[in-house]
Nanobody, 116 residues
């Protein structure tokens, strides 16, 4: 059974930093590209960042480029998202996930709140 356990969220002021982690299990983690998504209230899941299976090629949506860094540790089946210079519009529940075609179950996510 595929499982994702996200952690590291919290509340911070604009300009602050948070580091998210996601431990994955139930599949061959090192063989899949991995995604970070976020979901704001009343909205769908939106892709934030993607990293290939080896961790060599990250992709970021324009709104987070230069502020977020995605990485992975295949030995630990763990995905990371370092977030800095946070803005109120980054407020959302953050999820890690595999490629969309997998259709796996989502984890519980981790809440990130950016507010003054």
């Amino acid at each position: 059974q595929v499982k994702f356990v996200e952690s590291g969220g919290g509340s911070t002021q604009p300009g602050g930093s948070l580091n998210l982690s996601c431990v994955a299990s139930g599949f061959a983690f090192s063989e899949y590209a991995m995604y970070w998504y976020r979901q704001a209230p009343g909205k769908k899941h939106d892709v934030v960042a993607i990293i290939d299976s080896t961790g060599d090629t990250p992709y970021y949506v324009d709104s987070v480029k230069g502020r977020f860094t995605i990485s992975r540790d295949n030995a630990k089946n763990t995905l990371y998202l370092q977030m800095s210079s946070l803005k109120p519009e980054d407020t959302a529940v953050y999820f890690c996930y595999g490629p969309p075609f997998t259709n796996w179950d989502w984890g519980q996510g981790t809440q990130v709140t950016v507010s003054s």
